[in-house]
Every structure is written in C-alpha cells, then in structure tokens.
C-alpha cells in the first residue's frame, strides 16, 4: 500500500515527502479553505514540492453542480504548472461527476472519485473510468458503520472483476485505520501528516532510545 499525504499545508507535505513515503497528496475545498490562500496557486505550489509523485488532487469547487460545470473547471485545472501531468481531478461521486470522470479519461486525465460510501459507488466510479476512488472510511464509522470493511468489499470487488481503478482509503484518523486497509487491500492510504507521525511511534522505540543513550554515556570514548 502507498500513502498518500492528505493536505493542502505545505509544511506538512513537505515533512512527509523528505522522509520518501509520499507517493502522492489530495486536497479537498475544507483542507484549501484552511490555508486561507487561493486554491490554484495552491496546487501550483504543491505540484511544484513533490515533482516525482504520482498525483495531486484538486478538487472541482462545490459551485460546479452540472458535469459542464465541472469540466468547464477540470479543463482550467489541468492547466496548473504548464499541464503537469500529475494533476489529478477530484469529482464528487455523483451523476455530473462520474460523466466528467468519462469525459476526463477519454482526455487521458487522472481522476479521483471522491465522497464514496458504497460498493455499488465504486463500481461506477471504476466503470467510468476513474484512476482512483476514495472510500472515506472515518466517517462512515462516525456513524457507526464499518469502514474498513466497506474498503475490503471494494477490493474484493476489484479483483473479481480486473478493475483498474485504485482504492485511496481517505478519511484516515489513526494508525489502526492505516493497518487495517492496508490488510482489506487498499492500493493507497491518504493520512494526514499528524497520522503518519503517530505510524512511527512505539513506546519501546522511545524507551530503547532512552536506554541507549544511557548506557552510551558510560561507555569509553577513545
Ligand atoms: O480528503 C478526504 C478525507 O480524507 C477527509 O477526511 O477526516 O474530514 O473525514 P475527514
């Protein structure tokens, strides 16, 4: 499974990249909004931090309603940092967005489904020919359904079928949600920073630490 980072904040993405787990990063208009700068220059930006990923998402706005709408905004977005080709486009999963997915993958552009919550959504979204479809798994289990297993049927349904569509398990909380999709075969993980922090934690790393650094003061220097 890869990671990808999911966050619009620089800083952060810059951290996850220098330490070579980032294979992509997705943004979402609530992660812009937060960075109060404006959402094209930051995905610029972003494009321009992490050259050797396999895509960025951004996000058709929620002012797109129809799929004219949304390719009329897909078609400048593509544009971004002289038409990087890592650029990939968010659509909602819906009837405007699964036809802009078509019209997207007939162009040959990346896209990613996003706001999944069924197996029968990743199905569409899969048919109509997204390169990515991300079940949000954190909160489906805020309401008290089980998202790791709704990752696993997709997967399972995946195989099944030769789909080629990858499953981006978003909504990502903590690092038992990373294991655990990881285990149900999701081809990738979007984490916030804070998350994979948290992945590299073990309280006997830090007691192992502690104790060699002990015992290296005793030691003999020359
Ligand atoms: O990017 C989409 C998703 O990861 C959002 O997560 O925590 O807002 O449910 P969350």
Same mark, same amino acid.
């Given at each position: 499974m890869k990671f990808f980072i999911d966050s619009a904040n620089v800083e952060d993405i810059k951290k996850a990249y220098k330490i070579?787990?980032?294979?992509?990063?997705?943004?979402?208009?609530?992660l812009v909004a937060k960075e109060g700068v404006k959402?094209?220059?930051?995905?610029?930006?972003?494009?321009?931090?992490?050259?050797?990923?396999?895509?960025?998402?951004?996000?058709?706005?929620p002012d797109a309603i129809t799929a004219e709408e949304?390719?009329?905004?897909?078609?400048?977005?593509v544009k971004i940092n002289g038409g990087?080709?890592?650029?990939?486009?968010? +659509?909602?999963m819906n009837i405007a967005g699964?036809? #802009?997915?078509? $019209?997207?993958?007939?162009?040959?552009?990346k896209t990613n489904v996003t706001l999944v919550f069924t197996v029968?959504?990743?199905?569409?979204?899969?048919?109509?020919?997204?390169?990515?479809?991300?079940?949000?798994?954190?909160?489906?289990d805020d309401i008290s359904e089980d998202g790791v297993l709704l990752v696993s049927k997709i997967a399972e349904l995946f195989r099944i079928h030769n789909l080629d569509a990858q499953i981006i398990a978003a909504s990502v909380r903590h690092p038992d949600h990373v294991?655990? +999709?990881?285990?149900?075969?999701?081809?990738?993980? #979007?984490?916030? $920073?804070s998350v994979i922090e948290q992945l590299t934690k073990h309280p006997l790393t830090d007691?192992?630490?502690?104790?060699?650094?002990?015992d290296w003061v005793k030691a003999p220097k020359n």
């Open positions: 070579g787990v980032l294979s992509g990063v997705t943004t979402n208009p609530s959402f094209e220059d930051r995905i610029e930006e972003i494009l321009k931090l992490v050259p050797e990923v396999e895509s960025v998402s951004a996000e058709v706005t949304m390719i009329a905004e897909a078609n400048e977005l990087d080709k890592n650029i990939t486009i968010k +659509v909602p699964l036809e #802009t997915c078509r $019209y997207l993958n007939q162009k040959g552009v029968n959504q990743a199905l569409l979204a899969a048919r109509a020919g997204a390169t990515y479809v991300s079940p949000f798994l954190g909160r489906l294991t655990r +999709v990881a285990m149900a075969g999701a081809h990738i993980a #979007t984490v916030p $920073y007691q192992g630490m502690e104790k060699f650094a002990a």
